[in-house]
């Protein structure tokens, strides 16, 4: 079914898809897509709307800004952050129409460092099971200087004959419980999203139905989350099962949520592409575009979306 590439809605009052994605990523952190190329492939798939969004860093957002300016795409700048609760490792996206400034920017310096830090321990990890000079040839697929990640490692262990391909080295080495998946020490869910509403951001969970959580204990996640001063959550991210969809949007009308969507692309070739996503269901969940830092979203021109005047 093709994007409807038309004014954002006020409500979602039929199951459609919609010419907006809120969550990508570019080479500014683990995509395989510079800012500016991902931002043409958002073009020829008909978005309207979009949002980078790479990991614990807003390095991407001016050259993105400059390629949506030229192809008509409006731009919202943000990121998504690592956080820790309970024990698990959630993300919050941010979205900040007024770019990185306020206590956003020692939050990412802090989230950088320990990126850096985690990616020389899951180097030592994985010198021990093969892949030797793991640091440096990791570096070498990230093509850049910035703080590596796991798919780096990936890479590497693909490029050296370790594994076969991407999957075989989370399934060995580097998914959840593996030689390669170390935990950083992230911060506290509630303290990231003081971060980003103190900076004029709009706080998002992250894919709620990837986590493996409960239903109740996602409802306490998301009460955290809006203790600490989160609006939002992504209702759809990627292709989701519409049954589970509905019951999620059912859990944040009953707290007053708005509704997010986005694909999580990170690769051409992957199950999702830009725009690729799950129909958003009939919900009375508010869209994401209808919070008041973001209101100005839906008739916003092409470029970098600019502060709003109401900064509430």
Known sequence: MPLIPTLLPAVFDADQRYSADLHMHSTASDGALTPTELVALCAERGLTHMALTDHDTMDGID????????????????????????????????????????????GLEQQRLARIQRAEVIAERLEKVGLPNALAKAREQAGSDRPLGRPDFARALVAEGVVADWATAFKR????????????HWPEISEVVEWVVASGGVAVIAHP??????????????????????????????????????????????????????????????HAAPGSMSMVPRTAAPPIWQHPRLSHLRDAPAGPLAASSAMV
């Open 209 to 270: 139905l990837r986590y493996g959580l409960t239903r109740r204990k996602r409802g306490l996640l998301m009460d955290t989350f809006q203790a600490a001063g989160g609006d939002a959550a992504e209702l759809v991210s990627g292709q989701q099962n519409p049954d589970v969809t509905r019951d999620l949007a059912r859990q944040m009308v009953e707290r007053g949520l708005y509704a997010s969507l986005g694909s999580d692309f990170h690769f051409p070739g992957s």
């Open 173 to 184: 080495y580097l998914g959840s419980g593996k030689k390669g998946d170390v935990k950083a």
């Open 63 to 106: 050259e993105a800004g400059q390629a949506a300016q030229q192809a008509g795409i409006c731009l919202v700048p943000g990121c998504e952050l690592s956080t820790r609760w309970q024990g698990i490792n959630i993300h919050v996206v941010a979205l900040m129409p007024g770019g990185l400034q306020g206590p956003l920017v020692e």
